[in-house]
């Protein structure tokens, strides 16, 4: 399905403020004037940009996609004035007032109406590096839509060993697991309970044990579980050895103990797809309906040893363009490698995974570029584009020029959202 979603209201729909909104945008000329970005009215004293080098963050996309759109009816659906004013500021390297507008708007009623907005304040959150405001928008995300908010993407896990035994100054807060976990392991369990009372955090490493027992796996189950949902602070260590453990009792259909103790691993590492996957394994294995994903933050973390699946670097073929970084400033090599690209394919397809913001000045460049590949008779489709620059491409009229994607797991939530 092509791109569908928030065109231009027209002009005589109310603004927020009850103002009419402004005439419909003109036809793009063809060679777009390169001037100063707008700045949205603020009343108060402008707030010190960001210092984070944006372009040095992890990407925030994957390679599979499907079609995009928030609105499955096919309809245009407007692009809402706080999304434009927020799309702007960070076009402008503001993203702090672009996180200021948008903090302010999904405290509103009216926010429930629209998911686009939080979907920008989630990669605000997440381009900045703010995983605890992210978490908590997590929370407030699912208590208005009842549905699974996006994950955080973090660094790529690396194989690393077992976690190591702990210096002295974090003795009094780990606890090893090790040797069979039984029903005979309720000491270990009662003892990491005294000690996240008594410190308020705990340290568990799991990489020592040898083998489960099915009441072991229910024991650890029902612990992690009041862990993750009373919000303790855990770090969980070593997850690769009892993943292994437990894959081994399933590929056994061992008893479904085992099976919910993985799903639950899964769930602390965020794991949703593969969590997913045993979930059906489960219903056909055991005849018996699977728990299901919980949308909930928690500050209860596990260090994964065998990278997921989501987190090892793809190959990325060679019939895709693919810039990276920023889009600002003299942006002419990046169009000049682009130019050769399309010259050498007809498909034109342009994955923006790897690209966290395109500035207001270089919109001017990108839209003599799809005008001239329209001329041509081609027309790029866009893969994995974050929802700021998507609202930067419709306030600016681009979205006349090419088709765009959003990551698939991006996609199939925003779609369950709506």
Not at 255 to 271: K, N, T, V
Not at 340 to 362: G, I, K, M, N, P
Request: proline content about 6%; glycine content about 6%; some cysteine.
């Amino acid at each position: 399905m092509v791109f569908s979603f928030f065109k231009k209201g027209k002009a005589d729909e109310p603004t927020r403020a009850g103002e009419k909104m402004p005439a419909p945008k003109p036809a793009a000329p063809a060679v777009p004037v390169r001037a100063a970005a707008p700045e949205p009215a603020v009343a108060e004293e402008p707030v010190d940009q960001l210092t984070t080098m944006i372009g040095d963050l992890p990407s925030l996309g994957g390679m599979l996609v499907e079609e995009s759109g928030f609105d499955d009816s096919g309809v245009a659906r407007a692009l809402s004035p706080v999304a434009e004013e927020a799309a702007i500021y960070f076009a402008n390297n503001k993203p702090l007032d672009a996180i200021r507008v948008l903090g302010e708007w999904v405290k509103q009623p009216e926010a429930k109406d629209d998911v686009q907005p939080w979907y920008m304040l989630f990669d605000l959150y997440q381009l900045s590096g703010m995983q605890q405001a992210f978490d908590e928008l997590c929370i407030h995300f699912v208590e208005v839509f009842l549905c699974s908010p996006p994950l955080w993407r973090g660094k790529k896990v690396e194989k690393a060993a077992p976690v190591a035994a702990p210096v002295a100054n974090k003795a009094s807060n780990y606890l090893a697991l090790t040797g069979v976990i039984s029903v005979d392991s309720k000491p270990q369990i009662e003892q990491m309970r005294q000690i996240l009372e008594k410190q308020g955090e705990l340290q568990l490493d799991v990489s020592k044990i040898q083998a489960l027992e099915s009441s072991g796996s229910a024991l650890l189950l029902q612990t992690f579980q009041k862990f993750r949902r009373g919000g303790a602070r855990v770090q969980l260590g070593g997850t690769g050895n009892l993943i292994g453990l437990l894959k081994k009792q399933t590929q056994e259909a061992g008893p479904a103990e085992h099976w919910l103790l993985l799903m639950e691993i899964y769930q602390l590492l965020g794991r949703e797809a593969d969590f997913e996957e045993l979930a059906i394994e489960y219903a056909v294995t055991l005849e018996v309906s699977p728990p299901s994903w919980e949308a909930v933050a928690t500050r209860m973390t596990a260090v994964d040893s065998e990278p997921a699946a989501a987190e090892v670097e793809q190959e990325k073929p060679a019939d895709v363009f693919h810039p990276q970084g920023e889009i600002a400033g003299n942006i002419q090599p990046v169009l000049q490698a682009f130019r050769a690209y399309v010259e050498a394919h007809q498909q034109v397809v342009v994955d923006l995974a790897d690209v966290t913001r395109v500035d207001f000045v270089s919109v001017g460049d990108l839209m003599n570029e799809l005008m001239a590949l329209m001329a041509n008779g081609k027309q790029a489709n866009l893969l994995n584009v974050n929802e700021l620059i998507i609202a930067l491409f419709q306030t600016m009229g681009l979205d006349d020029f090419v088709v765009m994607h959003r990551a698939k797991d991006r996609t199939a939530r925003a779609k369950k959202c709506v």
